[in-house]
C-alpha cells in the first residue's frame, strides 16, 4: 500500500494553467478508472474535485479536468486562481479493495 | 442536507485505546460505504479503513489488527475502534462517505487523536 507519487509543489501566475501528475502501479491507477482528486485548504477538510479520472461533482469549477495514462492520473487547473492555492491529493481505488492516497502537491499562484 | 459530525478524539497514552464516532444525518449509513481516512500533523492523508454496506471491512496494512470499523444502524452512527495505539496513530481522523468508485464526496469536520505519554 505504498502512497501514490505526486509532486511536492506546482506554482503558475494567475491566468495559467497548471497539472498535477499521481503515479501508482497496474494494481491501482492503472487498473482502475477509480481516481478522484481532492482539495484541501490549511485546517479545513478536503473536498472532493473529479471523481472516476475525469468527473466534476455538482457545483465543482469546470476550469478543473482530470485525466489518466496508464498508470499515471492528472488534474490540470486552468485559468489559475488566486483561491486556488491549496494542498491536492489524488486517490484510487486498489486490487485489495483498499484506497491509497498520494503524497499530495502544493499549488502556489504566483 | 448530508452532515458528518466526528466525536471522540482525545489524549491518550502509548498502548491505549479509543473510539470515535460519526454520526451522519441525510441518508442512511447502512446503505451507503463508509471510510475513516487520517492526517497527521503536517502530513498528508491517509486512508484507514472502509465499510462496505453488507458489512465487509478492509483496512490499511498500517492499523490491521489494531483498529475495528464498525456501525450502527439504529444510531446512524459509525465507529473506529482503535487499540493498541501508538505515537504514530496520532492524527485528525475524518470520517467520509465512500461512493461506489472509491471516491469520498461528504466529509466530516475531523477530530484530533494525539498518542503521547
Known amino acids: 500500500q505504498s502512497a501514490l507519487t505526486q509532486p511536492a509543489s506546482v506554482s503558475g501566475s494567475p491566468g495559467q494553467s497548471i497539472t498535477i501528475s499521481c503515479t501508482g502501479t497496474s494494481s491501482d491507477v492503472g487498473g482502475y478508472n477509480y481516481v478522484s482528486w481532492y482539495q484541501q485548504h490549511p485546517g479545513k477538510a478536503p473536498k472532493l474535485m473529479i471523481y472516476?479520472?475525469?468527473n466534476r461533482p455538482s457545483g465543482v469549477s469546470n476550469r478543473f479536468s482530470g485525466s489518466k495514462s496508464g498508470n499515471t492520473a492528472s488534474l490540470t487547473i486552468s485559468g489559475l486562481q488566486a483561491e486556488d492555492e491549496a494542498e491536492y491529493y489524488c486517490?484510487?481505488?486498489?486490487?485489495?479493495?483498499?484506497?491509497?492516497f498520494g503524497t499530495g502537491t502544493k499549488v502556489t499562484v504566483l | 442536507e448530508v452532515q458528518l459530525v466526528e466525536s471522540g478524539g482525545d489524549l491518550v497514552q502509548p498502548g491505549g485505546s479509543l473510539r470515535l464516532s460519526c454520526a451522519v444525518s441525510g441518508f442512511t449509513v447502512s446503505s451507503k460505504y463508509m471510510s475513516w481516512v487520517r492526517q497527521a500533523p503536517g502530513i498528508g492523508l491517509e486512508w484507514v479503513s472502509v465499510i462496505y454496506s453488507g458489512g465487509r471491512t478492509y483496512y490499511a496494512d498500517s492499523v490491521k489488527g489494531r483498529f475495528t470499523i464498525s456501525r450502527d444502524n439504529s444510531k446512524n452512527t459509525l465507529y473506529l475502534q482503535m487499540n493498541s495505539l501508538r505515537a504514530e496513530d496520532t492524527a485528525v481522523y475524518y470520517c467520509?462517505?465512500?461512493?461506489?468508485?472509491?471516491?469520498?464526496?461528504?466529509w466530516g469536520q475531523g477530530t484530533l487523536v494525539t498518542v503521547s505519554s
Open positions: 472516476d479520472v475525469s
Open positions: 486517490n484510487s481505488f486498489t486490487s485489495t479493495s483498499t484506497r491509497v
Open positions: 467520509a462517505r465512500d461512493a461506489v468508485g472509491a471516491y469520498f464526496d461528504y
